[in-house]
T-cell receptor
Framework: GAGVSQTPSNKVTEKGKYVELRCDPISGHTALYWYRQSLGQGPEFLIYFQGTGAADDSGLPNDRFFAVRPEGSVSTLKIQRTERGDSAVYLC?????????????FGPGTRLTVL | AQSVTQLDSQVPVFEEAPVELRCNYSSSVSVYLFWYVQYPNQGLQLLLKYLSGSTLVKGINGFEAEFNKSQTSFHLRKPSVHISDTAEYFCAVSPYSGGGADGLTFGKGTHLIIQP
């Protein structure tokens, strides 16, 4: 079946602009995660949704970052007033349940470049 | 909180030779352990995971890993590598319950380079 998809695959923006990154999880997966992967680093946890609610947003770096999942499926990561330091690959993952043993399936990522 | 250390940023190996990628972790709570692989221009894919039971875990593509609680390690091994194993390998941990963020905590990755 279809895996996790993310759009756009690449996004170039200017410093100070607003961007939205979209994630379509695997159908039926209730848990959804956002990670950020900077160059030469491993993915870093940002936020986790169980259903429609953000169950853990402790990884969001500051209040310029916000994410929603209004219907418990598609999620959008929103970044306001982008800074050059926000440049990274943003990864989305989903798992069938919230169980810590469940495998997280990752999308291909959105590469964000802030000029 | 948890942390993961992958000491080797790059590991060059000749084709058909064995390889070991090292992973050590630190955590104040019990954790589950994972290895993910990222092939060029592809998303992260689960190789294997340790949840409980036998400390030797077998995964896809002939990889295996051994959990060592006393040394807080989860090293990845393959007895004979192929060119197609060239990729970035990430070790990750997740808490049993609570005790930290709900997401996985990843190491910085090890780039496995297979030389013909």
């Amino acid at each position: 079946g279809a895996g996790v998809s993310q759009t756009p695959s690449n996004k170039v923006t200017e410093k100070g602009k607003y961007v939205e990154l979209r994630c379509d999880p695997i159908s039926g997966h209730t848990a959804l995660y956002w990670y950020r992967q900077s160059l030469g680093q491993g993915p870093e946890f940002l936020i986790y949704f169980q259903g429609t609610g953000a169950a853990d947003d402790s990884g969001l770096p500051n209040d310029r970052f916000f994410a929603v999942r209004p219907e418990g499926s598609v999620s959008t990561l929103k970044i306001q007033r982008t800074e050059r330091g926000d440049s990274a690959v943003y990864l989305c993952a989903s798992s069938q349940t919230r169980d810590y043993t469940d495998t997280q399936y990752f999308g291909p990522g959105t590469r964000l470049t802030v000029l | 909180a948890q942390s993961v250390t992958q000491l080797d940023s790059q590991v060059p190996v000749f084709e058909e030779a064995p390889v070991e990628l090292r992973c050590n972790y630190s955590s104040s709570v019990s954790v589950y352990l994972f290895w993910y692989v990222q092939y060029p221009n592809q998303g992260l894919q689960l190789l294997l995971k340790y949840l409980s039971g036998s400390t030797l875990v077998k995964g896809i593509n002939g990889f295996e890993a051994e959990f060592n609680k006393s040394q807080t390690s989860f090293h990845l091994r393959k007895p004979s590598v192929h060119i197609s194993d060239t990729a970035e390998y990430f070790c990750a941990v997740s808490p049993y319950s609570g005790g930290g963020a709900d997401g996985l905590t990843f190491g910085k990755g090890t780039h496995l380079i297979i030389q013909p």
